[in-house]
């Protein structure tokens, strides 16, 4: 199944999984949206998306938050009961696992 079809002006789907004259078609509806997320193609274990499925999205670049401040205030509100504590922390080791070891000491 592709997704590509839905994004064209017709904003249909085939599920051919029935096959033949069973596939059912599913037209998108008014006000549907698509908002897709990924990490780089680059990134071990991934593919880049196809020219005909990365053309039909406005491609944006975020990079790593490395800031270990930023970090600990986005772990508090997005974990609920969690001690205060333990979010600075949380913070640090994301910090060393993830931005020291992936993208290289600043």
């Known amino acids: ?43 071990y274990g991934k593919k880049e998306l196809s020219p005909a499925l990365s053309n039909r999205f406005t491609q944006i670049w975020v990079p790593a938050i490395e800031d270990q401040a930023e970090l600990a205030a986005i772990i508090q509100s997005r974990i609920t009961g969690t001690v205060t504590f333990t979010c600075p922390l949380l913070a640090m080791l994301w910090s060393l696992l993830v931005c020291d070891l992936y993208f290289g000491p600043n």
């Not at 004259?21 to 599913?26: D, F, L, M, Y």
């Open 1 to 43: 199944m592709s997704v590509c079809s839905v994004l064209e002006p017709g904003r249909t789907l085939t599920l051919a999984e029935k096959g033949g004259a069973g596939a059912e078609v599913i037209t998108a509806a008014p006000g549907f949206r698509l908002v897709g997320t990924m990490n780089p193609g680059g990134d």
